[in-house]
Nanobody, 115 residues
Framework: QVQLVESGGGLVQAGGSLRLSCAAS????????MGWYRQAPGKQRESVAS??????SYADSVKGRFTISRDNAPNTVDLQMNGLKPEDTAVYLC??????????WGQGTQVTVSS
């Protein structure tokens, strides 16, 4: 069982920056993928960025603006968000997958970008 706690959300003006952080605890020995999803009201949950031992991946809508990073000791995954746009407004959720394919989700942190 893995517990995830996100922090760093908030309200920012368009063009501003926020940094989200997710700390994993519990059975974190064999985490394979770590990443961030987001869900806006009335929209489907979508992958924003993910990172494993080999590579990072980003949604097209955030490429060049967001940067994901990971620290395995302690188990944290951060999302640096620059050039924020009103359409980035959503609840951002941390997500991890272990080497058995089991996934865990955080509770989410609200990001609101005003125009």
């Amino acid at each position: 069982q893995v517990q995830l706690v996100e922090s760093g959300g908030g309200l920012v003006q368009a063009g501003g920056s926020l940094r989200l952080s997710c700390a994993a605890s519990g059975n974190t020995f064999r985490l394979r993928d770590m990443g961030w999803y987001r869900q806006a009201p009335g929209k489907q949950r979508e992958s924003v960025a993910s990172i494993n031992s080999d590579a990072t991946s980003y949604a097209d809508s955030v490429k060049g603006r967001f940067t994901i990073s990971r620290d395995n000791a302690p188990n944290t995954v951060d999302l640096q968000m620059n050039g924020l746009k009103p359409e980035d407004t959503a609840v951002y959720l941390c997500h991890v997958v272990d080497f058995k394919g089991r996934s865990s989700w955080g509770q989410g942190t609200q990001v609101t970008v005003s125009s």
